[in-house]
């Protein structure tokens, strides 16, 4: 028996339940009325997607990698066969459907989100953004239909973010019109490749570009290009001849994808293989392009593969959505404890859960109106090819995947934690989720590496400011910012402490872009003070820390403005009241966990930081008071948050089958 339980409560179930129930009530002190369902809350898309297709795919637990692989791959071909859901049609049409797709299928397995994945955006994506017309011509079908499986090889052994540094090759032969795809060493392997270890015919493969010259040199590097390479045959998928197959074998998560490994031994491609939408190579052995250098081809050339980017900051919000109800449906229903000769509390009621949970709820919300932007962006910028467009998509991309990605691998554990014993049964999910989730954080670009290119735009539109040129888009708010925040704090506003201030969204707005400003004027000083002694490539890294707390404080000013202008634009009342709510707290923690930095140049003043915190625990406190109908909004398929099912009494007995018990 519980020591909280008192006798009377074991006598009667049901009137404890009913005290339990008025004290629950009792919590309401201020409630807000309920959500409406509205645009704004809208996130069902891709839930009814994984409704239609839940009786079809379960979400596998304990199965072994083989039969996973093939699973994977069955359901695949089912999504298009079958339920003639076609998502390479919507990559380049409609990229929010494609990723809506993806979000959906990703929350039943990770592994199939990520096969998708693999074949229509990064295979089919290359194929269509890099590729021209005749390539989409001879390969659109069989990508589409799924007769065509692919690779997308780029990453090596020796050689993972650093792309420019690949060593395969592909040397045109001209007599014989062809290319040789060569790997010259064994750090040269292509490495981790997806499909490419059980069920791919194609890859795209990356190497460097090599024509024969005339002069002493014989040779000249074109840099890094794409190529179709088939490496296995159609009709008997034995693998092609001079192309060896390994198997990367098991892996920490994502055992569905059959990630392989690519040797190529003088293996001939036609020349028409090359993807030459940024550079070709004629009949003749001459090199055109409209790009002048290496590197704006390169540039181009990545600036096309955004889309992997795109779609995995759009998942990762997903799977935190998944995890967060959960955790949250989870600690609503479980209680642990309690007042003397009381009944027990549900342990959401307990502050310290409130705090794991409220503000990671809450930045659910906020990432949600932020990659929802970020597709809009990116659906406009497929649309435009505007130049401008391109490099404001390349720096939100990589800007959003990594914080997200980073923020949902930290919150899976806080969750996991947060469900106690039962958060560990697998059947739960959420280790998997966790373990399946985690290379979020490399693949597509490591968070490291991708926060350091937003540091470096941010610095570009730095001097370029003071240099008169224009700023980007989504960088805008520097024009206005930077004499606005570089002076010094107003010391009467440092002290203001309403609540209706601190809820203020200028106030909460200001703190961020301030933060933002004073780091990158400080880093742009910094690094001009190191390259003198250090050179460009030794004050970068002197700097290094400071420049990732830069790019990630630019990130959270982009995301609270999104969530702001979200806010404004919810046009029922009772869901923008709720959503004030979720996004104060957003803003406020945020501020709060990074006071130091406001106090220490007086930007806060101690009477304004005390009421932040208390303002921020209470709006914790409010926001549990809305938690369920909050992670309702989400509208998460029960079949893929078991746990908190198996924690409602009259559904004990499905956790108990489960383990064994008649
Ligand atoms: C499951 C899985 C699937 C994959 N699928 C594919 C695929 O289908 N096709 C494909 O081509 N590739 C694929 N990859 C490869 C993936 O894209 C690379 O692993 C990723 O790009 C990182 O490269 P790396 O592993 O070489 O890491 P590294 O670049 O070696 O990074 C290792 C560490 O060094 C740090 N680091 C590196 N450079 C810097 C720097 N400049 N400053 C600070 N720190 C730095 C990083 O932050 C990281 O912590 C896959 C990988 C995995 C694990």
């Known amino acids: 028996m519980n020591p909280n339980q008192t006798a009377e409560d074991e006598q009667h179930p049901s009137i404890a339940a009913v005290n339990r129930r008025i004290q629950w009530l009792s919590l309401h002190l201020t409630p807000l009325p309920p959500l409406q369902p509205s645009p704004q809350l809208n996130m069902l898309t891709c839930a009814k997607s994984a409704n239609k297709l839940e009786a079809r795919f379960a979400n596998p637990v304990g199965i072994p990698m083989k039969e996973h692989r093939e699973l994977c791959m069955r359901q695949l071909v089912a999504l298009?066969?079958?339920?003639?859901?076609?998502?390479?049609?919507?990559?380049?049409?409609?990229?929010?459907?494609?990723?809506?797709?993806?979000?959906?299928?990703?929350?039943?397995?990770?592994?199939?989100?990520?096969?998708?994945?693999?074949?229509?955006?990064?295979?089919?994506?290359?194929?269509?953004?890099?590729?021209t017309k005749k390539h989409r011509d001879k390969y659109f079908d069989g990508i589409d239909n799924v007769d065509y499986p692919g690779c997308f090889a780029m990453t090596e052994l020796h050689h993972g973010s650093n792309v420019q540094g690949l060593q395969t090759t592909a040397t045109f032969d001209p007599v014989t019109d062809e290319f040789i795809i060569d790997t010259p060493n064994d750090g040269a392997i292509k490495w981790w490749i997806g499909n490419a270890a059980v069920h791919g015919k194609f890859a795209s493969v990356f190497a460097k570009l090599i024509l024969p010259t005339h002069d002493s040199k014989k040779i000249s590097d074109m840099g890094v290009h794409a190529f179709i390479v088939p490496i296995r045959d159609l009709e008997t998928h034995q693998t092609l001849p001079g192309i060896e197959i390994q198997d990367c074998g098991h892996k920490i998560g994502l055992n569905g994808v059959d990630n392989g490994a690519l040797r190529f031994r003088s293996v001939r491609i036609?020349?028409?293989?090359?993807?030459?939408?940024?550079?070709?190579?004629?009949?003749?052995?001459?090199?055109?392009?409209?790009?002048?250098?290496?590197?704006?081809?390169?540039?181009?050339?990545?600036?096309?593969?955004?889309?992997?980017?795109?779609?995995?900051?759009?998942?990762?919000?997903?799977?935190?959505?998944?995890?967060?109800?959960?955790?949250?449906?989870?600690?609503?229903?479980?209680?642990?404890?309690?007042?003397?000769?009381?009944?027990?509390v549900s342990i959401l009621d307990y502050q310290s859960q409130q705090h794991k949970l409220m503000p990671m709820l809450a930045s659910t919300y906020a990432f949600h109106f932020a990659t929802?932007?970020?597709?809009?962006?990116?659906?406009?910028?497929?649309?435009?090819?505007?130049?401008?467009?391109?490099?404001?998509?390349?720096?939100?991309?990589?800007?959003?995947?990594?914080?997200?990605?980073?923020?949902?691998?930290?919150?899976?554990?806080?969750?996991?934690?947060?469900?106690?014993?039962?958060?560990?049964?697998?059947?739960?999910?959420?280790?998997?989720?966790?373990?399946?989730?985690?290379?979020?954080?490399?693949?597509?670009?490591?968070?490291?590496?991708?926060?350091?290119?937003?540091?470096?735009?941010?610095?570009?539109?730095?001097?370029?400011?003071?240099?008169?040129?224009?700023?980007?888009?989504?960088?805008?708010?520097?024009?206005?910012?930077?004499?606005?925040?570089?002076?010094?704090?107003?010391?009467?506003?440092?002290?203001?402490?309403?609540t209706d201030h601190l809820r203020d969204p200028k106030f909460q707005l200001d703190a961020f872009r301030y933060r933002t400003s004073k780091l990158l004027q400080s880093a742009a000083a910094r690094l001009r003070k190191h390259s003198k002694t250090l050179g460009s490539f030794g004050a970068w890294n002197r700097c290094q820390n400071h420049l990732l707390t830069l790019a990630e404080s630019h990130i959270e000013s982009v995301i609270?403005?999104?969530?702001?202008?979200?806010?404004?634009?919810?046009?029922?009342?009772?869901?923008?009241?709720?959503?004030?709510?979720?996004?104060?707290?957003?803003?406020?923690?945020?501020?709060?966990?990074?006071i130091g930095t406001y106090r220490n140049v007086d930007y806060i003043a101690p009477n304004k930081a005390k009421a932040i915190h208390k303002l921020t625990d209470y709006l914790c406190y409010q926001v549990r008071n809305i938690a369920g109908e909050l992670v309702d909004g989400f509208d998460i398929p029960a079949s893929v948050t078991r746990a908190p099912i198996a924690m409602q009494s009259e559904a004990y007995s499905q956790y108990t089958h489960h383990v064994g018990f008649q």
């Open 80 to 131: 298009v066969r079958e339920a003639k859901i076609k998502p390479f049609r919507y990559v380049v049409d409609d990229p929010a459907k494609y990723f809506a797709i993806t979000e959906a299928v990703g929350s039943i397995d990770v592994s199939l989100g990520i096969k998708l994945g693999v074949q229509f955006s990064l295979w089919g994506g290359s194929v269509l953004n890099l590729g």
């Open 560 to 594: 609270l403005a999104r969530f702001i202008e979200a806010v404004k634009n919810c046009p029922d009342s009772s869901s923008r009241a709720a959503l004030k709510l979720v996004c104060d707290l957003y803003a406020l923690d945020r501020i709060w966990n990074d």
């Open 372 to 498: 929802e932007y970020l597709v809009e962006k990116y659906s406009e910028m497929k649309k435009m090819h505007d130049e401008q467009l391109v490099a404001d998509v390349h720096a939100l991309s990589a800007g959003l995947k990594a914080y997200v990605t980073s923020y949902t691998a930290k919150s899976l554990c806080t969750c996991r934690e947060a469900c106690g014993g039962h958060g560990y049964a697998a059947v739960n999910r959420i280790g998997s989720l966790r373990n399946d989730h985690d290379i979020f954080q490399t693949f597509e670009g490591d968070n490291t590496v991708l926060l350091q290119q937003v540091a470096a735009d941010l610095l570009k539109q730095y001097k370029d400011k003071f240099q008169g040129g224009t700023l980007s888009v989504t960088w805008n708010y520097l024009r206005e910012s930077m004499n606005l925040y570089l002076s010094q704090p107003n010391p009467i506003i440092a002290r203001w402490e309403s």
């Open 270 to 344: 036609p020349r028409d293989n090359l993807l030459n939408r940024f550079g070709d190579v004629c009949r003749d052995g001459k090199y055109t392009s409209s790009l002048p250098t290496i590197n704006k081809r390169f540039a181009a050339m990545l600036g096309e593969l955004v889309g992997g980017r795109v779609g995995l900051a759009y998942s990762s919000v997903g799977f935190l959505k998944v995890s967060v109800t959960i955790a949250v449906r989870y600690s609503l229903l479980r209680q642990q404890f309690g007042p003397a000769e009381q009944p027990e």
